[in-house]
């Protein structure tokens, strides 16, 4: 069964500041997937990420992918406050039509 | 930009009564998923549907729900007897045919309370 757990599930950080946020999986994966999610909204499509090695970036965050560790990262480059939400990354398991989801890692950017 | 739409946005209903929630998924998207969220909780997979039929469902998705594309442009899911445990904020999803880079699109999601 494919499990993916994020860490830390809280976040709290001051403007300005960098950070990272991990996302591990236990089964290979055709795609990775970073959404974000503002409190009562939808999901807010980040990032794919297709293969090893992958790194992509929109602003103030980069995501990269690492298959071989099964491990992706979402970084968060001189925080401000609008980035607080809660960041889910999301696995489409090979073969199978579903993603499963972290728990997801709730940013609070304090001023 | 294109949108996954999704009515009503919120429904309350009582136990064992039967809910209905729409979705109208991007135009040219052939991939339809129902996902739901209870609150605090994780994002859960419910269903996929592909070419008018479910090409994948969950342990979640048992005799109690049902999915149908009844027309060219809605996608819908029906509770037939709502439990109080069905109470989550349901989430449509569409996606392209072009599987190279898919990009799976959400809608803003009915928050579904069961009372």
């Known amino acids: 069964e494919l499990k993916v757990e994020q860490n830390p599930l809280f976040l709290s950080m001051q403007e300005g500041k960098n950070y990272t946020i991990y996302c591990n999986y236990s089964t290979t994966s055709d795609r990775l997937y970073w959404y974000r999610q503002d409190p009562g909204k939808s999901l807010e499509s980040l990032f794919v990420l297709l293969s090893n090695g992958a790194v992509k970036q929109e602003g103030r965050l980069m995501a990269s992918l690492d298959t071989k560790a099964r491990l992706s990262t979402l970084h968060i480059t001189a925080a401000v406050h609008d980035l607080s939400a809660t960041y889910f990354c999301?696995?489409?398991?090979?073969?199978?039509?579903?993603?499963?989801f972290g728990k997801g890692t709730k940013l609070t950017v304090n001023p | 930009e294109p949108e996954v739409t999704q009515t009503p946005s919120h429904q309350v209903t009582q136990m064992g009564q039967e809910v209905i929630l729409r979705c109208v998924p991007i135009s040219n998207h052939l991939y339809f998923y129902w996902y739901r969220q209870i609150l605090g909780q994780k994002v859960e997979f419910l269903v996929s549907f592909y070419n008018n039929e479910i090409s994948e469902k969950s342990e979640i998705f048992d005799d109690q729900f049902s999915v149908e594309r009844p027309d060219g442009s809605n996608f819908t899911l029906k509770i037939r007897s709502t439990k109080l445990e069905d109470s989550a904020m349901y989430f449509c999803a569409s996606s392209d045919p072009d599987r190279v880079n898919e990009k799976l699109f959400f809608g803003s999601g009915t928050q579904l309370s069961v009372l």
């Open positions: 999301a696995v489409d398991k090979g073969g199978s039509e579903k993603l499963v």
